[in-house]
């Protein structure tokens, strides 16, 4: 079985300081990872995925996530919040099931952005 | 290309009533899912097609049924709609393997 924890369902940082959300993730096997980013009232965008390549994976609008097998965590960093990172983010792994590949997602993130 | 479309963005019902949601992609994906999403809940797997003519049930499919009509669409009903399945509805596709998925715009469906 497969399962996603991210630690904190809200974080607050300040415009210009850093970003981190994190991800525990369980399972059985090499799994792949992935981070999607929900602005209000729109679907899910790919920020980043892991699929077992180099450990530290750089994505979109400056954001990267380092793969730590030996803590099962896929953290989301970012040098310096804007005030658009401001939306929900989601931890996402996926696993093969029968031939099929099933992702499950965390529960969410909340990423607040003050001026 | 239109990636993933839903039909429709909005729907408000009353319970019993029966509703199906579209959901096309023009990207030649073989795998489709539909998700529910609820406050603090995340995005939960109600159905998913691994490719035309092959569905499985998710996380959460009790009172939804689903078609994969073609490789291009995917669709979700609702039988007897029930005020639990009040949620915003996303379809997405993706490429068979450890591959990302592309998400529609999402449904909001409220049950009365």
């Known amino acids: 079985a497969q399962s996603v924890t991210q630690l904190d369902s809200h974080v607050s940082v300040s415009e210009g300081t850093p970003v981190l959300l994190r991800c525990n993730y369980s399972?059985?096997?090499?799994?792949?990872l992935f981070w999607y980013v929900q602005h209000p009232n729109k679907g899910l965008q790919l920020l980043l995925k892991?699929?077992?390549?180099?450990?530290l994976v750089k994505g979109i609008n400056g954001f990267e996530a380092e793969f730590k097998k030996s803590e099962t965590s896929f953290h989301l960093t970012k040098p310096s919040a804007h005030m658009s990172d401001a939306a929900e983010y989601f931890c996402?792994?996926?696993?093969?099931?029968?031939?099929?590949?099933?992702?499950?997602f965390g529960r969410g993130t909340s990423l607040i952005v003050h001026p | 290309n239109a990636g993933v479309t839903q039909t429709p963005k909005f729907q408000v019902l009353k319970t019993g009533q029966s509703m199906t949601l579209q959901c096309a992609q023009d990207?030649?994906?073989?795998?489709m899912y539909w998700y529910r999403q609820d406050p603090g809940m995340g995005l939960r797997l109600i159905y998913y097609?691994?490719?035309?003519?092959?569905?499985d049930k998710g996380e959460v499919p009790n009172g939804y049924n689903v078609s994969r009509l073609n490789k291009r669409e995917f669709s979700l009903r609702l039988e007897s709609a029930a005020p639990s399945q009040t949620s915003v509805y996303f379809c997405a596709s993706g490429k068979e393997g450890y591959n990302e998925q592309f998400f529609g715009p999402g449904t909001r469906l409220t049950v009365l």
């Open positions: 892991y699929t077992s390549a180099a450990t």
């Open positions: 996402v792994v996926t696993l093969s099931s029968g031939g099929s590949y099933i992702p499950t």
């Open positions: 097609s691994a490719s035309e003519g092959t569905t």
């Open positions: 990207m030649n994906h073989n795998s």
């Open positions: 399972s059985s096997y090499s799994p792949s």
